[in-house]
């Protein structure tokens, strides 16, 4: 008969350990083929791979562990292979050529639901809100930076020309950043500028404020008293 193992020093006495083993990827897809590593977000804490280089079909053979106080019933786990980003230009001197990197769409913002959001900002990443100075001082995420991605004017909504200066001057390329605005829109058009800016772990939270609010994480206020009507979110039945 094998001897049974005693559980970690420190392990909980109705928890344990969960164990996580990431294996591989198959035909990752290929804007995601560079320098991949998998990403992992459980409870609050998170985990990294390490990268490989230029590779569709990763293997890693990696194990994580998590130390539970009861057991992951109706947890969710979020995992995804991310790429390793490196900005490269074009240099003709002495007959040398660098490709140059296409810039960030959209299509390569990473967008993440207010519960992921949350869970990220205990674990350290910052809040990054987009809003006017208006919208803001209504209602806002506790700790927020509020730099304004656009102003309100009398044409109408414009692109705040020092926004990537202004965010510069107070948050580091290398911090994870939770950008947000009211719906969804200016966050994500953002995050677009922020990655070409050479920010890497920037992420976009859906529905913006508004969602944050709806999810009951601002408070005993009734929503409309914290949050701005925007044309782009869908009216409630």
């Excluded at 990827?25 to 409870?43: C, L, M, R, S």
């Excluded at 769409?105 to 993440?112: I, K, L, R, S, W």
């Excluded at 609010?213 to 782009?232: M, Q, T």
Aim: aromatic share 8%; proline share 5%; charged share 30%.
């Amino acid at each position: 008969m094998q001897a049974v193992q005693k559980a970690p020093e420190g392990t909980p006495a109705a928890g344990g350990m969960f164990v996580v083993i990431v294996h591989s990827a198959e035909d990752v897809e290929g804007k995601h083929h560079t320098n991949p590593y998998v990403h992992i977000y459980f409870k609050g804490e998170e985990r990294k791979t390490k990268h490989v280089k230029k590779n569709k079909d990763p293997k890693w053979n990696e194990e994580f562990s998590f130390m539970l106080e009861e057991p992951p019933i109706h947890e969710k786990m979020h995992v995804k292979v991310r790429q390793t980003r490196k900005k490269r230009k074009t240099d003709h001197t002495e007959g040398f050529l660098m490709e140059e990197t296409k810039p960030k769409t959209v299509e390569d913002v990473e967008t993440v639901d207010v519960y992921t959001a949350k869970g990220f900002l205990s674990t350290g990443h910052r809040y990054l809100d987009v809003r006017t100075n208006e919208e803001f001082a209504k209602s806002h995420v506790e700790e927020a930076l509020n730099i304004p991605y656009m102003f309100k004017t009398d044409e109408g909504r414009v692109i705040n020309p020092d926004f990537l200066s202004q965010v510069a001057s107070v948050c580091k390329k290398d911090e994870h950043l939770i950008v947000a605005c009211n719906a969804g829109g200016r966050g994500s058009r953002a995050c677009v500028d922020l990655l070409n800016e050479g920010y890497d772990h920037v992420a976009n939270m859906g529905g913006g404020y508004s969602a944050w609010v709806d999810a009951g994480f601002a408070g005993d206020k009734p929503p409309e008293d914290l949050k701005i009507a925007c044309k782009f979110r869908p009216k409630e039945n």
